[in-house]
């Protein structure tokens, strides 16, 4: 199983929408798809799971959520392990291990077992790889050819953890000053994240405990949300679209050299259109907005629009898996 985490410390551009499309089309396509909502703010979760459903999943606190938060909430209260992970199925080939706005609670776990990990402290170990293992029996369980996770938006320990529970990352990038910016964060955070976690490695001395290796790997970008004419960026977003190879080069792949335009890197996984006429349609559904039909509203121009997004989610899924093998391949792995 292939884990991936769609990152950018920058909120707002379009992760989650982009995390639950790619997972539709992969199915499509074949794929078994786990989906893991490791973002506090759940909003993989509502976009994939009825308010009905979502209400029995998320009990109060003096039960058992059927969530990401029940699974480590033994942890949290210092009482023993991870637990079983429920796996909610959300069609045939893909499935979701729930999140939870109570999961901001293991925060300052998380954030007390890094420095601990230092000084070889088992329970420390248990706590950094929580997600890992979440992940590894669910995905096991659901036989799941790959993994995403949905992060929120910060370079916090949740994030943290998550990360060095994927085997790749993926960061979508809107078109804006402060998507650049975050890049400049994002890479030296990484960074520093990848040697630390090196580090506590090197001193674990629990060989029971099934740790994530760490390695933070870059498969690419993704420019979302840029306003499009004639299949090209406007004017407006055209600046910041030229900066972004650049800047993802140095900032993340520490790179001091890069292609002029996103056309010629290796590492724009795709430039990704506005479908905002179809977002609406496609949340009455429950569907994919590929996905939808004229039963379901999408007539007329819709159509078009419809066949469209078809096209780029099918193109960008290519060029995801592509990469998966391209970076795997050049780790010697």
Not at 35 to 46: G, K, R, T, V, Y
Not at 249 to 274: F, K, Q, Y
Not at 279 to 288: E, H, I, V
Request: glycine share 8%; aromatic share 8%; with cysteine.
């Amino acid at each position: 199983m292939k884990k991936i985490a769609f990152f950018n410390n920058k909120g707002g551009v379009g992760k989650t929408t982009l995390v639950y499309h790619v997972a539709h089309m992969l199915v499509e396509r074949g794929q078994r798809v786990l989906l893991m909502d490791l973002d506090p703010q759940a909003n993989l979760s509502a976009m994939c799971v009825s308010e009905e459903r979502l209400e029995q999943l998320w009990p109060d606190a003096l039960e058992h959520p059927q969530t990401i938060f029940g699974c480590i909430r033994p942890i949290l209260r210092g009482l023993g392990d991870i637990a079983e992970p429920h796996i909610e199925e959300l069609t045939p080939g893909l499935s979701l291990v729930v999140g939870d706005l109570a999961l901001s609670s293991f925060e300052d776990k998380l954030s007390d077992a890094w420095p601990r990990a230092l000084d070889r402290d088992e329970a420390a170990f248990r706590t950094l790889s929580a997600f890992h293992r979440v992940t590894q029996l669910a995905g096991q369980a659901f036989g799941a050819d790959i993994c995403f996770f949905d992060v929120g938006p910060n370079l916090g320990a949740i994030n943290r953890a998550a990360l060095l529970a994927s085997d790749f990352f993926i960061t979508p990038l809107a078109p804006d000053l402060f998507s650049m910016q975050g890049l400049r964060n994002l890479g030296p955070t990484l960074s520093d994240w990848r040697s630390g976690w090196a580090d506590r490695l090197s001193r674990n001395t629990a060989t029971d405990i099934d740790l994530p290796h760490g390695e933070l790997r870059p498969l690419g970008y993704i420019v979302m949300q840029a306003g499009m004419r004639l299949s090209r960026p406007v004017s407006a977003y055209e600046r910041w679209v030229r900066r972004m190879p650049t800047e993802f080069h140095r900032s993340v792949l520490g790179d001091g050299t890069a292609p002029t335009n996103t056309d010629s890197d290796e590492w724009c996984l795709g430039i990704m259109r506005h479908y905002q006429s179809l977002m609406p349609l496609a949340q009455d559904a429950q569907k994919a907005m590929f996905q939808l039909r004229p039963g379901d509203g999408a007539i007329g121009a819709h159509m078009g629009a419809v066949q469209r997004c078809r096209a780029d989610f099918d193109r960008l899924s290519t060029r995801i898996l592509e990469q998966v093998d391209i970076v795997t391949s050049s780790a010697g792995t």
